[in-house]
Structures are given as C-alpha cells and as structure tokens.
C-alpha cells in the first residue's frame, strides 16, 4: 500500500514537471468568458496569479448565480461575492445586496441588503443608488420616501444611469410624492433619450401622443415609439400595433404592419427571440 502510494505521487511529480501551471491573466480570463466558453474562463479564475483578484471573485459569484459552465449555486456565489466586498469592490458589494434583497442564496434580508447597497453606493456604483431610490420610492424595507429616493436617483442619474434619469422624470410627470412637474419630467426624459434609453423613449412617445407636457405631435410620437421599439421596449411594440390596427394618430388601418409588431412583442415575451442588447 505504501509503494502505491509513493508511486502515484512520484507520478503526479512527474506530471507536474512535464506539464507547468497554466499561466491565465484575468484579462485572458474574461475574455474566455465574453465568448462564452465558460469552462476555460473558470479554469482561468482558478488560477495561483487570480486568487487575489476581487475582479475574479466577483466573476465566479456570477458563474455560480447563473450556472454558467459550473453547477447553478446561488450560495456560492454569495461567498464569492462576499469575498469581493469585503474586499472593497463595488460591483461585488452591489451583488451581494441583490443577493440580500432577493433572498437568494441567503434569507432575505432588507437591513443587509441596503448596508451593501450604501458601500456600492460610497464608491459611486450608480446602480447601487439606482436601487437605494427604488427602494425609498416603494418603501420596500424602509419607510417610503419620495425624497429620499429622489436624492439618490438624482445621483444616480448624475454618475450615468439612465433608468434614474427616467424614473426622475416619471416622478415628477406623475407628481409621485412630489410637486408635479412637467416640465422638469420632460428634461429629465429628454437626458434619457439622448442616451438611448428605450423606457424614455417610449414615455416621450406617449407624451407627444397625448399632448401631455408637450404639444401634440403624432409623427413625433410614432417617431419615438419606433426609435423604443428597434431598441426592445416591448410597451412601445404594443403601442404601435394599436395605432395601426384602430387607423390612430392619423394613421391609416394598417393591419399587416400592426401584426408585424404584435407578432415581434410576443415572441419577445415568450423567450422566442431576445430583446436586442447594447454592446
């Protein structure tokens, strides 16, 4: 039994000197990832060089949420996701307070889940603060505050985040918690269209259609629409089939065209084809 065993580990020497450590850069890494050749990435992450890299952490708590070239286990991406926050990185602090908020891979836990969401947030993650408002603006584990969510989309939106800039303006349209305001909501979802954004979109489509807060301009609003609905927004797919379909907002009945998008909406929904996504 001894001589087996010093066999085996004078082979496995052998081996090791015949065959070197796999040298894989974090870089190399996601790259493997991006490809979706989700095993090599994995080997990658593994590596000595990676141990130490937050970036790798976090990216194998993503792996491990999905099931992505390893065994779905949200509570192993938590730990991997707890490794990284721990170590000060933003994304991970972000992902662990989803993980916290959703009750996945831990029990749900609202106090935690805005701890993590507020060390995101010390970095300038503007999902993080994206999130922080939503929360303040349903009151969904705080008491609901619409000026308190305000602030902190209002930092969202100044670090980039599209969504705080449209969820601003629906704030101030809506006159949710707040004095309404057309026109400060309509410069908010200007900001967000500029960047493209397919719910602003939709929403200023709506608003040229209805004469709310701007004049009345079908061919603006249609303009608006297409422009939501070539980028996804399922809402403004449906909208456009309606216009088509009852001949509004001084459309002729087009029956083809309004198939052609309510078709385009439900295969979406139904997982058939995906939404299209930015690069």
């Known amino acids: 039994m001894k001589r087996h065993v010093l066999n085996t580990g004078y082979g496995l020497f052998l081996l090791i000197l015949a065959c070197p450590l796999w040298a894989c850069s974090y870089e190399e890494g996601r790259s493997y990832y991006r490809a979706k050749q989700y095993e090599k990435a994995y080997a990658c992450f593994m590596q000595p060089e990676n141990r130490q890299n ?35 990185y933003a994304v991970s602090q972000y992902n662990l307070a989803c993980q916290y908020e ?17 060390k995101a947030a010390e970095q300038n993650n503007s999902s993080a603060e994206l999130n922080i408002g939503y929360l303040y603006s349903k009151g969904i584990g705080v008491p609901r505050d619409a000026q308190k969510a305000l602030y902190w989309y209002r930092r969202a939106a100044a670090h980039g985040d599209t969504d705080a800039m449209t969820n601003i303006a629906h704030m101030y349209y809506q006159g949710s918690g707040l004095k309404r305001d057309i026109n400060r909501a309509m410069q908010y979802y200007i900001m967000a269209v500029e960047k493209d954004h397919p719910r602003a979109q939709y929403l200023l489509g709506e608003a040229y259609e209805t004469g709310r807060g701007l004049e009345k301009d079908c061919s603006r609003a249609l303009y608006w629409y297409k422009k939501a609905a070539d980028n996804g927004e399922l809402l403004a797919m449906d909208r456009l089939g309606q216009i088509y379909s009852g001949g509004l907002c001084f459309q002729a009945r087009d029956q083809e065209e309004a198939r052609r998008w309510r078709e385009r909406s439900f295969r979406i929904r139904r997982g058939w084809v995906s939404s299209p996504e930015k690069p």
């Open 54 to 88: 937050p970036k790798a952490w976090n990216t194998l708590g993503i792996m491990y949420n999905n099931g992505y070239g390893v065994e779905k286990d949200e509570r192993k991406a938590v730990e991997w996701y707890m490794k990284a926050a721990m170590n000060g």
């Open 102 to 118: 959703k009750g996945q891979g831990v029990e749900r836990d609202y106090t935690r889940a805005m701890f993590w969401y507020e």
